[in-house]
């Protein structure tokens, strides 16, 4: 099933969280001497995507309206709504994907404000949710692509790196013509320092998606490059 618009929209917000994921990542290393710290990486998804100010006292600074009492606020009453579409008719595909993806959704939103490990299990409770529904969703609708992929990236945002590396290899060899399952692979690998294969992945997708009609070609033409250049 290719993107539509809220697909797409969802893919850019997933990228901007990766990419700070990964920094987090990266800066952990760095501290422990593991990385030349004058060669910092940084990664995205092909899919989707804050950025977080320390305060004077070196804790994270939130303002009210973007705390996770807010972002929970916001997407409940969303996500309840969901749920109660799906209840309605829950022979109905659409309301299964929407609902999953309200959850997807959420768990983007509340790892931009994570701040405690009370956070933090929330978060990957909440990309739980979403995986479950997308397992639901795959069982009766085998075979859609995009939603593999943002079932991945849920899986990637729960810790389970590993894991999520295998959902999408074995997807590539099924398909290796679907550009955003290599650009999330390529993401994932770069998580991992993997940055053969990440190069190797990136590479893919730009081939998959000449015409960058996901935004795919772009971004791991970016990442190629930032890698090279590193």
């Given amino acids: 099933m290719a993107f539509n ?66 972002v929970d606020a916001n997407y409940t009453s969303t996500v309840e709504a969901l749920q109660e579409q799906f209840d309605a008719d829950p022979t109905n595909p659409s309301a299964l994907l929407q609902l999953a993806n309200g959850y997807f959704d959420w768990g983007v939103s509340a790892m931009s404000v994570a701040q405690t490990d009370e956070d ?41 790196t590993d894991r999520a590396i295998a959902e999408l290899e074995e997807l590539v060899a099924r398909d290796d013509a679907f550009g955003p399952a290599w650009a999330n692979l390529g993401m994932f690998y770069e998580s991992e320092g993997r940055t053969d294969d990440a190069k190797a992945a990136y590479e893919r997708a730009v081939d998959a998606d000449e015409n960058d009609a996901y935004g795919v070609k772009t971004y791991a033409q970016q990442r190629l490059d930032a890698l090279n250049e590193g």
């Fill in 5 to 70: 618009a809220q697909q797409a929209k969802r893919a850019q917000a997933v990228i901007v969280i990766a990419v700070l994921v990964i920094v987090a990542a990266i800066a952990a290393v760095v501290l422990s001497g593991a990385l030349n710290p004058s060669a910092p990486q940084q990664a995205a998804t092909s899919d989707t995507q804050t950025s977080s100010t320390a305060a004077d006292d070196g804790s994270a600074a939130t303002s009210d309206e973007h705390d996770m009492s807010h």
């Fill in 120 to 160: 933090s299990a929330h978060v990957t409770d909440l990309f739980n949710q979403a995986i479950a529904r997308y397992d639901d969703y795959l069982e009766d609708n085998p075979g859609s692509k995009s939603v593999e992929v943002d079932r991945a990236i849920c899986i990637f945002y729960t810790g389970e």
